[in-house]
């Protein structure tokens, strides 16, 4: 089955730091989302890419849809203890149904 | 309510009973998931509905999984049989059609002792 390979598994920052992780794929995408997940929470919606190359914003966070449609990243500026958590990539093939990463877990310093 | 709402948010049973998920997505989307999340791992697709049927089932692990979505809201995920793999937590999804980003419910986490 389909795969992706996020990295890094975890990340250990200081606030105020920036954080950068990302997705790959052995099979081309035609979108990509990023969610967070809190403990006990479902994941929520961070941003959504839909084309290939595009970069986009949420506030402090900055995603991009590779070229080759096989990958993306996210960037958040300026870490809060808030962002502490856990964040999933996703590709969506076409056929509706999402393929998830493995997941990056931040936390965060004070 | 706003967003997904599943129920029961935990549930604890033996090996062997039967189980039932229910999943209310968001008023007006069409486009229903389940996916099963493992600890430690991302979810992981199931069954997809769009309207009543199902568009996608590729992902139930047997035949011991099935779900409906009888009214085209509304979606049910049953177990028969349980087994202790089959512990997780089971997250639902909607979006207003297939195209449209997916909103997660918070999930029920499943025990089979």
């Known amino acids: 089955g389909q795969q992706l390979n996020q990295s890094p598994q975890s990340m250990f920052i200081q606030e105020g730091e920036d954080v950068s992780m990302n997705c790959t794929s052995s099979?081309?995408?035609n979108t990509w989302l990023w969610y967070k997940q809190d403990p006990g929470e479902g994941p929520v919606l961070l941003i959504a890419l839909y084309k290939a190359g595009e970069l986009t914003s949420n506030g402090r966070l900055t995603a991009q849809f590779g070229i080759t449609r096989k990958d993306s990243f996210l960037n958040i500026s300026a870490s809060i203890p808030s962002d502490v958590g856990i964040y999933f990539c996703a590709g969506q093939p076409g056929?509706?149904?999402?393929?998830?990463?493995?997941?990056?877990?931040?936390?965060?310093?004070p | 309510g706003a967003g997904v709402s599943q129920t029961p948010s935990n549930k604890v049973t033996e090996k062997g009973k039967y189980v039932e998920l229910r999943c209310d997505p968001i008023?007006?989307?069409?486009?229903?998931?389940?996916?099963?999340?493992s600890l430690g791992q991302g979810p992981e697709f199931l069954i997809y509905f769009q309207g009543t049927g199902a568009a996608d089932d590729s992902g139930l692990p047997n035949d011991r999984f099935f779900a409906v979505r009888p009214e085209g809201s509304v979606s049910t995920l049953k177990i028969q049989r349980t087994e202790r793999?089959?512990?997780?937590?089971?997250?639902?999804?909607?979006?207003?059609?297939?195209?449209?980003?997916?909103?997660?419910?918070?999930?029920?986490?499943l025990s089979i002792l």
């Open chain 2, 85 to 109: 793999g089959d512990s997780a937590v089971y997250l639902c999804a909607s979006s207003l059609n297939g195209n449209q980003p997916q909103h997660f419910g918070d999930g029920t986490r």
């Open chain 1, 27 to 29: 099979s081309i995408f």
């Open chain 1, 95 to 109: 056929a509706q149904k999402l393929v998830f990463g493995q997941g990056t877990r931040l936390t965060i310093n």
């Open chain 2, 27 to 37: 008023s007006g989307h069409t486009a229903l998931y389940w996916y099963r999340q």
